[in-house]
């Protein structure tokens, strides 16, 4: 066990005292009782409480879930039992269980059972599915029953503390004890039994401030754990780790390594008292209740241990069990991307120290596993040991067999391939970690040394905070990951050999310069990452399985983010992950695909050409992406095969006939949209037209036409958007044209009766009595009948119109002289500039002298507004049932994208 055990908090919570908390095997939660008579269930992910239950006035001191029949089940100073189901939050039962306090609940494994003890020095066993009848009343104890639990390998059998200075063994089927445990000298609070399948052990904490380890076959104390200033209240072994945990009330929380009881940490979380822990089976999170409240605490790394060779061979560590697997022996029809492959791991034996960390040797004949202080070389397939030592990291070289190890002190010691030791180094800087590969890293506070492995001098110092180095094969390019980046250096060994040669066998104190180049930096947080030839593989601490070539970045898949990278078999095409319950999970990785990128790479088309027979077409399109980031575009449109990327990549190659085949095979408005651009780019106003007909571009084409004077092509554009309900642009392209009649239809069908008063008035005033009538009775409908008869017309009202057969003459006259123009020749834009678009009141003196009455006046300003009712925009459709026009801001801003 290293002395640097990781702990970190995950979870905090205030409240109230908390005298006893329990975990949730399956759901993110922890129960706690507190000293105020209430019971909580916070959910740790997301930090909130989300069930509360208000039991009793008095203290609850003990709680647990029963998962396989959703419930809690409680214990208060009232003397009740309170059973709830945590899904309904319906309280199931209530009855009085002690005649005292009660201070602890055991559930038993499989069993309906639950076990009570309390302040009245009785153990009583409770049957749920016989109406919680009392079944067993279990005597012994001459004082206070503070805790009961069973044992996880015998559940016919249970342990119990007492402030009587004793634990006691029971068994179910007896009333009295089958053996006391005496040592302690004051009372004992808590106990726990060690679940793994090697020690028959039994640990307790009493008020003598010792928490003392137990074998219950022998029925002896085979060791006594000090450290304590206060009462031990509660102890537990830690479900993954061999790690005795234990809480005291002087608010310390101890860590001893179980295998050679010793203090590996000591924690205090500020919250005063400690009075219960909790755990779950194949769990590194512990729950612990404090006087002000819970605290979930992770214990370790959550990452298996395991190692794979280059022949598809695995070891892994399960505690200190070793299993193997050989992942050659998997048929490969039955593996599926991101699933667990079908196989079994076969039992290797065991290792003398808990592993906490594994490799293989770059030959695969050996394979080094850490942990605890020590290191142990085995045989990779016969595991038999061949060397150990003292050593709170290990690392092998690139390939020569040579290896090293860092002590607690700082010193580094390295080994030759006979296991001999050949050299110490002992940096003048605090060594934090130390990496392996062509050169020996050794990590200092925001920096990393690069060291020769024969000579132990220093190649190269990187100013870079690292926390991962990882070599090719070829030993030619390193990748060397940050907290928030990842760096990729080339390394020049002919740079240091020429070096060590002009120093006579040495090399400066400052290294060689150009012993390494940085090629790139890329932002990705690496968990951990191999290399596959020039190809860097990895998995992000976000959960995704990446690779690099080149200086493309593509994703492979997305992972779960506790999965660990084995490596990968180029036989199978396929990577290997490992996930913390030990299973093996697979994703396809080809690597003709690999082979094929890295020789676009170094320029070698043929070579690439003739992988391509071995790579299936659903990667050519893949591929295609990454020859465009290259810049092979060509042949990238040769590969592809989505049409969309194809057109597009036609239009990059500005390809317009390739473009336009791809279009019509597999129509889009976006393709067409596209090549648009293109043949405006290009000069070609035919392929324009057809793409903007095609994508229904209305807009572009009035463009395209009034650029061009066609007025016919304008008026073709009125029909087409008139057809699709763009009624905005239609008004335009009529407006332009003259047709004066449709303009004014056109603002009839969208309802816009102000605006067509308007503009009759203004531009056609023989239509005006029909488009007053027509406003007036669309005010009726409104409900509005004292408005509608404000509305004045030169039928109704003459007397408001006096020049209305003067503008009615001028409107025949230019009518006339526009159809005389269409007759002689076909229509051009500028012979229609001084007609179309001149109102008639501009064409009469007199028109100022117009008046309408001031009822009408009011009635048609309260109605349609300011001259901005006028305005109008060809990219937004008039909606029907509207009566007002578009905003001011919204009117300017899109006349400026027009």
């Excluded at 008026?715 to 699709?724: F, I, P």
């Amino acid at each position: 066990m290293p002395s640097k055990l990781e702990v970190s908090k995950t979870f905090e919570a205030r409240s109230e005292r908390v005298k006893c908390v329990d975990l949730h095997p399956t759901e993110p939660w922890i129960l706690a009782c507190l000293y105020d008579g209430s019971i909580l269930v916070y959910e740790y992910n997301s930090g909130t409480v989300i069930k509360s239950f208000e039991t009793a006035e008095q203290p609850v001191r003990c709680g647990k879930f029963i998962v396989r029949k959703q419930w809690i089940v409680v214990g208060a100073d009232d003397l009740q039992l309170r059973v709830y189901n945590y899904n309904t939050m319906e309280k199931l039962k209530t009855f009085e269980a002690h005649v005292d306090y009660i201070r602890s609940l055991a559930v038993h494994p499989s069993l309906p059972y639950v076990l009570s003890a309390s302040d009245d020095m009785l153990i009583k066993l409770w049957n749920w599915e016989k109406g919680w009848l009392n079944t067993m009343v279990f005597e012994g104890h001459s004082h206070y029953v503070m805790q009961v639990v069973f044992n996880p390998k015998d559940p016919n059998t249970f342990a119990s503390a007492s402030l009587d200075r004793t634990v006691k063994v029971w068994n179910l089927s007896s009333p009295v004890p089958n053996f006391t445990l005496e040592g302690h000298e004051k009372g004992v609070n808590c106990l726990d039994y060690f679940g793994g399948a090697d020690k028959p052990y039994l640990i307790s904490g009493s008020d003598d401030r010792t928490v003392k380890v137990w074998d219950y076959q022998t029925k002896s104390c085979i060791q006594t754990l000090e450290g304590h200033a206060y009462n031990v209240s509660c102890v537990g072994f830690h479900p993954t780790m061999p790690l005795i945990m234990s809480g005291s009330e002087d608010g310390m929380i101890m860590m001893y390594n179980s295998s050679t009881y010793k203090l590996e940490t000591s924690l205090n979380f500020g919250l005063e008292r400690v009075w219960s822990l909790a755990y779950v089976k194949g769990s590194n999170k512990v729950a612990f209740g404090f006087d002000f409240g819970t605290v979930l605490a992770q214990v370790g790394k959550d990452k298996p241990v395991a190692s794979m060779d280059t022949s598809g061979r695995v070891v892994i560590a399960k505690h200190s069990e070793i299993l193997t697997v050989n992942l050659k022996s998997v048929d490969a029809s039955v593996i599926t991307d991101g699933e667990r492959l079908p196989i079994a791991p076969k039992d290797m034996g065991s290792c003398e120290i808990f592993p906490q960390f594994m490799s293989h040797s770059a030959n695969g004949r050996f394979v080094a596993v850490c942990g605890e202080g020590e290191y142990i070389i085995y045989t990779a397939i016969a595991w038999r040991n061949k060397a150990f030592g003292s050593a709170e990291e290990f690392v092998w070289d690139n390939g020569a067999g040579q290896y090293a190890t860092l002590e607690s002190n700082g010193r580094i010691r390295v080994f030759n391939k006979m296991f001999k030791e050949v050299k110490v180094l002992k940096p003048s800087y605090t060594v934090e970690h130390i990496f392996g590969g062509a050169l020996l890293g050794v990590k200092g506070n925001d920096f990393i040394c690069f060291y020769d492995w024969n000579l132990l001098q220093i190649v190269r110092r990187v100013d870079i905070n690292s926390k991962g180095v990882f070599w090719s094969d070829s030993s030619e390019l390193m990748a060397i990951c940050s907290p928030d980046a990842f760096y990729i250096l080339k390394y020049s060994r002919d740079a240091v050999t020429n070096a060590i040669e002009a120093n006579r066998g040495q090399l400066g104190e400052d290294g060689v310069e150009d012993a390494f180049e940085v090629v790139e930096e890329y932002q990705d947080h690496v968990a951990s990452g191999r290399w596959i030839g020039d190809c860097f593989l990895y998995i992000t601490t976000d959960g995704k399985l990446k690779y690099l070539i080149g200086s493309q970045v593509s994703t492979l898949a997305h992972i779960d983010s506790q999965l660990i990278l084995l490596g990968y078999l180029p036989s199978e095409n396929r990577v290997y992950l490992l996930d913390k319950e030990c299973n093996i999970i697979s994703y396809q990785l080809l690597l003709s695909v690999l082979e094929y990128k890295l020789a676009i790479l170094r320029g070698d088309e043929k070579a690439a050409d003739q992988l391509l027979d071995q790579i299936p077409s659903s990667e050519h399109t893949k591929l295609a992406h990454f020859l465009d980031s290259q810049g092979w575009l060509d042949k990238a449109l040769e590969l592809a095969t989505d049409p969309d990327y194809r057109c597009e990549l036609a239009i990059k190659l500005r390809k317009l006939d390739v473009a336009v085949e791809i279009a019509k095979q597999f129509p889009s408005e976006s393709k067409w949209r596209q090549i648009t651009d293109l043949a405006v780019s290009s000069g070609n106003l035919n392929l324009t037209e057809e793409c903007m007909k095609e994508s229904g571009d209305f807009s572009g084409l009035l463009t395209l036409y009034c650029g061009t004077g066609d007025v016919q092509g304008v008026r073709k554009v009125a029909q087409l958007a008139l057809a699709s309900g763009k009624l905005n642009l239609a008004f335009l392209c009529f407006f332009l044209t003259g047709d004066t009649q449709s303009c004014i239809d056109t603002l009839i069908k969208a309802k816009r009766y102000p605006e067509a008063a308007l503009f009759t008035r203004t531009y056609m005033p023989s239509e005006m009595g029909r488009v007053a009538q027509l406003w007036r009775e669309h005010v009726k409908k409104q409900g509005n009948l004292r408005l509608a008869n404000l509305i004045a017309d030169p039928i109704s009202h003459p007397r408001h119109f006096p020049e209305y057969e003067d503008t009615t003459s001028w409107e025949k006259e230019i009518a006339n002289r526009i159809a005389a123009r269409v007759e002689i020749s076909p229509p051009r834009w500028k012979e229609y500039a001084d007609d179309v678009f001149t109102p008639l009141s501009a064409l009469l003196n007199h028109m100022d002298k117009l008046r309408v009455s001031d009822d009408v006046a009011a009635s048609t300003e309260a109605s349609i507004g300011d001259d901005s009712l006028l305005r109008t925009d060809i990219n937004t459709e008039w909606d029907n049932t509207s009566e007002t026009n578009v905003s001011e801001e919204d009117h300017h801003s899109q006349n400026e994208e027009v």
